[in-house]
């Protein structure tokens, strides 16, 4: 266990009324506002949390979904450590939307290396009865776009919205130790006659 804390960065998008604001707030605050009112831009609220022995500090910041909002949100992008694609089960084109989302994070937010950056799918929402999304349909979504993590929410009544966040430290964490790993490959390889150790990158 490291006592440092880590500061991360996360990012939710998706479509405007899937519940990204609804997310945040239930993780941050405990409170859920069946009214709530659209996004306008960004907006962001921290919180500590403790993954598998370190201490973070998650950084998330919720934007606007609706399109007319686009350029107030897209100089955000830069810096997030984790996306999170957001889609509600009752919306079938906010599903259909999550390849464009995912395309515009990658451009707006300049990743270099987009099929190792971690995303995490969220589809929000499970508590109504009427969807139009499967989970099986989104998870095939998921491990033919990168085999992203999956996860289903309810916003409204609590249901792995931690676990969601959590999720997206989790992945961050792994990326960061499969570069740490590579890092260290690179040191041993320069000290070293062979030319193994440095595969992994
Ligand atoms: N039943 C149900 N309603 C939800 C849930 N999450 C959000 N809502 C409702 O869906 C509506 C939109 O939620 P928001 O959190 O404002 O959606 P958003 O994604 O932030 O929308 P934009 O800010 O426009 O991008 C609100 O009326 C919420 O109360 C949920 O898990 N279940
Ligand atoms: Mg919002």
């Given amino acids: 266990m490291t006592g440092k804390s880590l500061l991360l960065k996360v990012i939710l998008l998706g479509d ?5 604001s609804s997310l945040m707030n239930r993780y941050v605050t405990n409170k859920f506002d069946s009214q709530a009112f659209h996004t306008i831009g960004v907006e962001f609220l921290n919180r500590d949390l403790e993954v598998d022995g370190r201490f973070v500090t ?3 910041w919720d934007t606007a979904g609706q399109e007319r909002f686009k350029s107030l949100r897209t100089p955000f992008y830069r810096g997030a450590d984790c996306c999170l694609l957001t889609f509600s089960v009752d919306d079938r084109q906010s599903f259909e939307n999550l390849g464009n989302w995912q395309k515009e994070f990658v451009y707006y937010a300049d990743v270099k290396d ?14 109504k009865l009427e969807r139009q999304v499967t989970t099986e349909e989104a998870q095939a979504w998921c491990l033919e776009n990168g085999n992203y993590p999956y996860l289903e ?3 409204k009544d609590d249901t792995n919205v931690a676990v969601a966040f959590e999720e997206a430290v989790r992945q961050v964490l792994a990326v960061e130790e499969q570069l740490e790993h590579c890092m260290l490959g ?3 390889d320069l000290h070293s006659s062979s030319k193994s150790g440095s595969s992994c990158c």
């Fill in 58 to 60: 998650l950084q998330i």
């Fill in 153 to 155: 929410t309810s916003a």
């Fill in 16 to 20: 405007g009324g899937v519940g990204k």
């Fill in 114 to 127: 987009p099929g190792h950056f971690p995303f995490v799918v969220l589809g929000n929402k499970i508590d």
């Fill in 186 to 188: 690179h040191t041993i």
